[in-house]
């Protein structure tokens, strides 16, 4: 069973627009969101994240929203740069067990 | 070390060799994990360490999966008699925080296992 679905296994969007990715979750025991992004044959890295008890945060050209009610946060990146094309991976931790699931990813690919 | 040190980076094993992954965190992080990313999948949870202590081992796939820490430093990943599926990448994680800040996490390279 799934607990963060990311069902966008891909995503292109153009230099400069903006990008959102997005991620759903079924766990209502999880308190804190992350997201992570990888580059090829490197380990994730730490982008962003939010507490529960927020509905939004932001980070230069990151911000994270969340939307309790319906289980679902979104990344949204503007504007998007060549650099930011990777994997991005939305994560969530559990105040029972301290476990951090992830999700499958989204490829995201800036277009020039 | 400035970061979470993996070895090896690439491992090939024959179908049912013993194979050791290895995870140097950096220094003086609390705590320890273990994740599995097979091919287009995200990380898998395997196991969870606080010092040397294994917390939470509910991730391990099968007895053949066996973690270690016995200085609540370096931490050793086992598989015995490896099998196809086992075929993935193994990433270590360490935190300083002894109560995760999931912020604080920080992510080795990864070792990536392939077993013909």
């Known amino acids: 069973d799934q607990q963060v679905k990311q069902n966008s296994p891909s995503l292109s969007v153009q230099e400069g627009r903006i990008s959102i990715l997005n991620c759903d979750y079924t766990n209502s025991m999880f308190d804190y969101f992350l997201w992570y992004k990888k580059y090829p044959a490197e380990g994730p890295t730490f982008l962003i994240s939010i507490s529960s008890i927020k509905d939004k945060n932001e980070d230069g050209r990151f911000t994270v929203f969340l939307n309790k009610s319906a289980k679902h946060l979104s990344l949204h990146i503007v504007p998007s740069q060549p650099g930011d094309s990777a994997v991005y991976f939305c994560a969530a931790r559990s105040w029972r067990d301290d476990k951090i699931i992830f999700g499958k990813g989204t490829r995201l690919h800036i277009l020039p | 070390g400035a970061g979470v040190s993996q070895s090896p980076r690439y491992k090939v094993a024959k179908r049912g060799q013993d194979v050791a992954l290895r995870c140097d965190p950096i220094?003086?992080?609390?705590?320890l994990f273990w994740y599995q990313q097979a091919l287009g999948q995200g990380p898998e949870f395997l196991t969870y360490f606080q010092n040397e202590a294994q917390l939470d081992k509910s991730g391990l796939p099968s007895d053949r999966f066996f973690a270690e820490r016995p200085e609540g430093s370096v931490s050793t990943l086992k598989i015995q008699r490896t099998q196809q599926e086992d075929s993935a990448v193994y990433l270590c994680a360490s935190s300083l925080a002894s109560v995760t800040n999931p912020r604080e996490l920080f992510f080795g390279e990864g070792s990536r296992l392939t077993v013909l």
């Open positions: 220094s003086g992080h609390v705590s």
